[in-house]
């Protein structure tokens, strides 16, 4: 049974600095992997999508990072800004059971201090 | 439509009452996933659909939730004599394919229900 985990549960920085946000998956036979953001009392908004066969996806900002056999991915947000403060949630699209085959993380809070 | 659109964006009812939420998708997405986020809380998996078909329900807590979809379009989750515990925020979220196929998903902003 696929099982998403993301640490940490919450994070603080000050602006400007670098992260890295974790999500690991316990089984590796994956379509594809989904970052989102959401804002309080807001949906979510997908920030990028990594296929199967792919290392990384990159936009803006953002980088998200793929290793397969290891069962991670890491969502590197450069020069940080309060803005980005939202919680940030990793999805993993598997290849067989329920729920469309789709397993949320419960992500990670983030909070950018200007 | 440009997004996924859901209504209400907020409900309050009385317990015991029922109440419908809407959700259109993504025109030519067949995948439609709806979820339920209680204040603080993850997300909570509820049904899924395949075009007009449930694979899984098995997210549904109770015989008081229902859903349905008409074709590869709007989709219904009914919750029946509502009770306090039903308040949260309904998420809707469609993709292109589902199952076997990948898709990026999309989500609505959510209908926000509160069960006085």
């Known amino acids: 049974k696929q099982e998403v985990t993301q640490i940490p549960a919450a994070l603080s920085v000050p602006e400007g600095e670098n992260l890295v946000l974790n999500c690991s998956f316990t089984?590796?036979?994956?379509?594809?992997l989904q970052w989102f953001r959401q804002d309080p009392g807001k949906g979510l908004t997908s920030l990028l999508l990594i296929q199967s066969s792919q290392r990384e996806q990159t936009s803006g900002r953002l980088n998200a990072s793929l290793d397969k056999s290891s069962g991670r991915s890491t969502l590197y947000i450069a020069a940080s800004q309060p803005g980005d403060s939202a919680t940030y949630l990793c999805a993993v699209r598997g290849s067989g059971g329920s729920q469309g085959n789709l397993i949320f993380g419960k992500g990670t809070k983030l909070s950018v201090k200007p | 439509g440009a997004g996924v659109s859901q209504s209400p964006s907020n409900k309050v009812t009385e317990k015991g009452k029922d109440v419908e939420l809407r959700c259109d998708p993504i025109s030519g997405h067949t995948a439609l996933y709806w979820y339920r986020q209680r204040l603080g809380q993850g997300l909570e998996f509820l049904i899924y659909?395949?075009?007009?078909?449930?694979?899984?329900k098995s997210g549904l807590p109770s015989d008081r939730f229902s859903a349905e979809r008409t074709g590869e379009s709007v989709s219904t989750l009914t919750i029946q004599r509502t009770q306090q515990e039903d308040s949260a925020v309904y998420l809707c979220a469609s993709s292109l394919g589902g199952g076997r196929i990948p898709g990026e998903l999309f989500f609505g902003e959510g209908s926000r229900l509160t069960v006085l």
């Open positions: 089984d590796s036979a994956i379509y594809n």
């Open positions: 659909f395949q075009g007009n078909s449930a694979p899984d």
